[in-house]
Every structure is written in C-alpha cells, then in structure tokens.
C-alpha cells in the first residue's frame, strides 16, 4: 500500500537533476521563475523578464558561473514550483516558494533570501492601524493560511472570503470591502499599478522565501554555493538593497532569524 500510494503522489518520481558539475559544464543555469508577479518576477515593456527574483537569478548565475547572462530563466505556474526542479527541468526554483517542513521532505530550501507575510492594504485614509478596522469587511482568500491570523488579530471583524485578487478589488472598489489580506510580495505590485492603494505598516506573519534545489547528497555542492551566496548577500545588504529596490516592504533579517510567525513592525524607510 506505501508503494501504491507513493506512486500516485505527483511528486513521487524524481528525475535526474543536475549537479553542479555538470552546470558547470553545460555553462548556464536553468532556473525556474515567476512572469506574472510584480515586483518578484513580471514582463514589462520590451516583454524581457525583471524584479527582485530575477535578479537573484542573474546574480547567482554570476557567483556560480561567472557571467549574470549565463542564465536561462523558465516561467513556471505555483503548482509546478516544486516539480520542476524534482524532475530535472530546471536546476534551481526561484518563484515565491515559502519553506515549510513538509516541502523540505522533498525538496532542499536555501536559507531565507525574503520575508514575506501577511499584510493588509486599503484605499481608505482613516483606516491607519488594525484597531481600525474593528467591525469592518475585511476580504481574504479562500482557504488561505491568512483567515487563522486574521481570527486571531481581528477577531471582531467581518472576514469577507473571496477567490480571486479581482473579486477582492471589486469588494474594496464598491465598499463592500475596507481591506484585503493577502501576501506582502503580490500587494506590493497591486499598490504599484493601483497608486489609490497602500498597505499598512506592519506584517502579521513571516514566512521565509527561499531557493529550491533538488534534494540529495550528490546536490552538496551545490548547496553549498547557493546558501554562501545568500549568506554573503545578507551581510553586504544586497539583498535587502534589491528588496527595496523593488519596492518590497522590509522586515530586518538575518540568516538566522527564527522562521516563526508574529507581527514585525517595518522600518520606517519602507513604511
């Protein structure tokens, strides 16, 4: 039964992924990124790929191969995250990939390159804190890791569970809505296209992205030189530089700040 179970699991079989000799060989690294998620990883323009996940892609590709064009950057949806890197397609995930323990089962997570979390946004100018959105509508996603936060912190408001960023601006446009919850790096892009928006101050959780590599010891070398680049990057400030580049909201990090939720305030540089 194990065995029948585990074959049907769509992750089951893992292909041959690529050590890092053999990239090293081949001269460029594949790696699977986000097209439609600004700032993190969006077409714009020209139709060329750009934000904050690109470019830790073309950044890496120099540490490890020495050139930042020694890349091949592959759009990939959410549900294929974690597969293309398990079946070989793709040498590394770059594409707002939260590590969890149940994915690190099956996958090897790098240190945490971006905090995201659970921000709110709102059109509204007197809504400042979350007190103020006591007795409010406030949308949330379905079936989102959010709606627990939100019971806990706002347990006197009205969550509003909606499917889609669409039928949530919808809500907000009509009134229906005073607020949405949803994840920092995809608000982000909403206040940038939409400037009537903005988002509150402070994160009601963490949740650590991180590259995704394939898991295995024959993978140590690679490992090893993706997490001293993330590592060196952190204590130069690049990383964050790129962040607010980007225009992400910043939470102080260092690589060994505990991956546990709770609300971190913002430095004031990002408010």
Known sequence: MLVVAFCLWPWGQVGNAAEFAEIQQRGQLIVAVKDNVRPMGFKEGSGSLQGFEIDIARRLAEELLGSPEAVELVPVENRDRLAVVMSGEVDLAIARVTATPSRSRVVYFSPAYYLDGAQIITRDPSIRQLSDLAGQAVAVLNASSTIPLLEFRLPQSQLVPVDSYQEAQRLLESGSARAFAA???????????????????????????????????????LHSRVNQ????????????????????????????????EGQYLLPEHSR
Request: glycine share 6%; charged share 10%; proline share 10%.
């Open 183 to 221: 994840d920092a790096s995809i608000l982000t892009g909403w206040v940038q296209q939409y400037p009537q928006y903005r988002l509150l101050p402070f994160q009601l959780s963490t949740q650590p992205l991180a590259v995704v590599m394939p898991k295995g010891l024959q993978y140590a070398q």
């Open 229 to 260: 680049a993330i590592a060196q990057w952190h204590q130069e400030g690049w990383l964050q530089e790129r962040a607010e580049y980007w225009g992400l909201p910043v939470v102080e990090v260092t690589p060994a700040l505990p991956w546990s």
